[in-house]
């Protein structure tokens, strides 16, 4: 049973910065991504790094976060700076669920239905 756990949201001014974490239960997976949720809206995908600490950013991001890992602490973690009113939302991390060694070539937030097991997300607000 993959069990990933996020952590780190909270409430913060605008201009100032957050780092989340997401704890996966056993093991690194080949592809691991971060995603978010604003009340009314469809949920995005922000950032995903692969086993071999391959990145991908989606445009509406890039520059202001980064996606890093750990893999001694089967974490992955998301910064995020810069942060303004329009970063408000609920973020998820999730995963292929593959194994380290998968090899894959497609780790990519754009790629939702890739990903099969999801945290239950971390939030932060962000006041202007």
């Known amino acids: 049973q993959v069990q990933l756990a996020e952590s780190g949201g909270g409430t913060v001014q605008a201009g100032e910065s957050l780092r989340l974490a997401c704890v996966s239960s056993k093991y690194n997976y080949y592809c691991m991504g971060w995603f978010r949720q604003a009340p009314g809206k469809e949920r995005e995908g922000l950032a995903a790094?692969?086993?071999?600490?391959?990145?991908k950013y989606a445009d509406t991001i890039k520059g202001r976060f980064t996606i890093t890992q750990d893999d001694a602490k089967n974490t992955v973690y998301l910064q995020l700076n810069s942060l303004s009113a329009e970063d408000t939302a609920m973020y998820y991390c999730a995963t292929d669920g593959m194994p380290a060694t998968f090899g894959g070539t497609w780790c990519d937030s754009g790629r939702q239905a890739d990903f099969r097991y999801w945290g239950q997300g971390t939030q932060v607000t962000v006041s202007s």
């Open positions: 790094i692969d086993s071999d600490g391959n990145t």
